[in-house]
């Protein structure tokens, strides 16, 4: 179950943002979505996960029209995890995860608790589940909302820059989730701005840059030096992890 | 956890009853309890009313009807108020800030100097609409759609509206046109009669509780359009519907009492203390507490300086108004 992407175009005013892009997200993968800060990675990824219809263009997962799909199955098949989302609700984080139960309930039926504690389990967000969601930390909160859209019990997991917020160990954990997730079957893409995750992390990338796809592939073929210093101007060394001997990126200015 | 909500209802509906049955015992006439209940029991078909005919009419064609109108108002407006800000992600917003009640006055008085009083509710809901509209757009016209920008245009365009409304009283009026200028633009529910109950009432069955089934969905709405729409829902149809059927509720309401301020604004907010935000516990016991705190402060309004009478929306306002300077101040704290 692949999402494939064809001929994106997305504008705002006059602006164009998003300029006929076509990309692919392998099945049951964790790709990342790389590219310099306005490179529209944000616009993209709101485009792929459905919210936002573009000017052009056709988001398909499974061969499916996603835009052609209603509103409530396709929350079943795609959930998205919003950068900075800003709130003042009094909601406990069970009441947040709880939300993700929405697209599955009925007017008078409630929602399954079983989904929604198996969330709460797999974030490590169960201990603090019953505290009020806006006294969380960053971090916290971060890893509650992720809870949220996998009790939407999802297929195709879009997340915009999931390590914000995150200090080192909680940006690995949460790496290696989406690792785990993916190992289940889930296809998972990720904005991330942080090349050194993307490549250690990701199997595959896709390179955005000024709204275009400039190139995408398996992380080690496409995240090149020469590609790099083309994209964001800097020198790039490739080095070897002497712990996990994986790949490592190491950056310099260029000369 | 979930029978807290169920509990606080319980509690807050006896207590409802029972304010219906205290307060229309309560009044200038001088009526005992055991003649109130008498002569309204006759009229429900037991047995014979126990007071003389304009006694009995006192009970019966005055009082009831007007406690009725208080509570089915006091419930409407708490429902706009809390739907109000669950939409708009604003815990200012409210039917009479926003400026929806004066443009429902505004309605409402056009209508009622061409003596279609039938279309009353419906011109009401015209003019809330259209305030509303008009209150958003200029909100949005001064950059991002903030609480505070909301507020202020909300304002300007009630200013407006109210100047429209007496001067279009003072321009036709035959009678004292002061007093029914006070009665649009602070509320007053000294008119309330049957067909005020009825259209209250029914305007809460037709759009209260349609509302009311959207619990969840509001819910959803805490994280922004782009969460609530990766959840599934549509939002800019949600958005607008909900609007509407507040509209409609917001003129149906002041159609039959004039612009009563703070009850949707200050209620739903001390719910959410009481059980929290969760929308499916929090629409219904707003309108409960609405419904006794309106039919109080009618009340107050109408014993209290006996044999002088205050608009409701001047007892509503010196409660509501402090709560309101309360509100802004924590909101300051928090940003």
């Known amino acids: 179950m692949s999402l494939d992407a064809s001929r994106i175009r997305i504008t705002a005013g006059q602006k164009l943002i998003i300029d006929g892009v076509d990309c692919s997200v392998p099945a049951g993968s964790v790709s990342a979505l790389v590219g310099p800060n306005g490179a529209g990675k944000s616009t993209l990824l709101r485009t792929l996960a459905a919210v936002h219809r573009p000017d052009a263009g056709t988001v398909s997962f499974d061969g499916a029209d996603l835009f052609a799909t209603p509103r409530r199955e396709r929350a079943r098949i795609v959930a998205f995890v919003e950068q900075d989302t800003s709130t003042d609700t009094a909601m406990s984080v069970r009441a947040v995860v709880g939300l993700g139960r929405l697209p599955h309930e009925g007017v008078w039926s409630g929602g399954s608790t079983a989904a929604v504690d198996a969330a709460l389990e797999t974030t490590g967000t169960a201990a603090f589940a019953d505290r009020e969601f806006a006294t969380l930390s960053g971090g916290e909160r971060q890893r509650v909302l992720l809870a949220r859209a996998l009790a939407q019990e999802p297929s195709l997991l879009l997340l915009d820059e999931p390590t914000n917020h995150l200090d080192i160990g909680a940006q690995l954990t949460a790496l290696t989730l989406l690792r785990t997730l993916s190992a289940g079957g889930m296809t998972v893409l990720a904005a991330l701005h942080d090349l050194g995750l993307a490549a250690t992390y990701a199997e595959h990338v896709i390179v955005l840059s000024a709204g275009k796809v400039v190139a995408a592939g398996p992380t080690a073929q496409t995240l090149t030096p020469e590609l790099l210093r083309a994209v964001y101007g800097v020198q790039a060394t490739v080095l070897v992890n002497p712990v996990t001997g994986g790949r490592v990126l190491a950056f310099s200015p260029l000369d | ?291 006794i705190f309106l039919l109080w402060a009618d009340t107050a309004a109408r014993s209290l300086f006996d044999p002088r009478e205050l608009p409701v929306g001047i007892v509503t306002a010196i409660i509501g108004a402090p709560l309101f300077a309360f509100l802004l101040g924590r909101r300051r704290s928090a940003t």
Do not use: C, K
């Open chain 2, 1 to 291: 956890m979930r029978s807290r909500p169920v509990l606080v209802g319980a509690a807050l509906g006896a207590a409802l009853l029972l304010s219906i049955v205290v307060a229309v015992t309560i009044g200038p006439a001088n009526i005992t309890f055991g003649e109130v209940w008498g002569s309204i029991g006759s009229h429900l078909g037991l047995g014979n009313s126990p007071l003389p005919v304009l006694r009995d009419g006192i009970v019966w064609e005055l009082r009831l009807p007007r406690v009725l109108t208080a509570a089915a108002v006091g419930a409407g407006l708490a429902i706009a108020g809390a739907v109000m800000q669950a939409i708009t992600r604003n815990p200012l917003a409210d039917p009479y800030l926003l400026g929806l009640s004066s443009g429902a006055s505004l309605g409402a008085v056009s209508v009622v100097l061409l003596g279609a009083s039938v279309v009353l509710p419906l011109a009401a809901f015209l003019g809330a609409m259209v305030a509303l509209l008009l209150t958003l757009l200029l909100a949005s016209s001064l950059g991002a759609i903030t609480p505070t920008r909301t507020v202020l245009a909300g304002l300007a365009v009630s200013s407006l509206a109210s100047a429209i409304t007496s001067l279009i009283i003072f321009w036709t009026a035959t009678g004292d046109s002061y007093r029914e200028i006070l009665g649009w633009l602070l509320g007053s529910l000294a008119g309330a009669r049957w067909p005020a109950v009825a259209i209250a009432v029914v305007a809460l069955v037709v759009a209260g509780i349609p509302i009311m089934l959207t619990g969840r969905v509001l819910d959803a709405f805490a994280f922004g359009d782009v969460s609530a729409a990766a959840l599934g829902i549509n939002v800019p149809a949600t958005r607008w519907g909900l609007l509407a059927a507040t509209a409609l509720l917001t003129g149906a309401m002041v159609s039959v009492s004039g612009s009563i301020g703070f009850v949707g604004l200050i209620l739903p907010h001390g719910v959410r203390l009481l059980v929290g935000p969760a929308h499916r516990a929090l629409l219904p016991l707003s309108a409960l507490v609405g419904a």
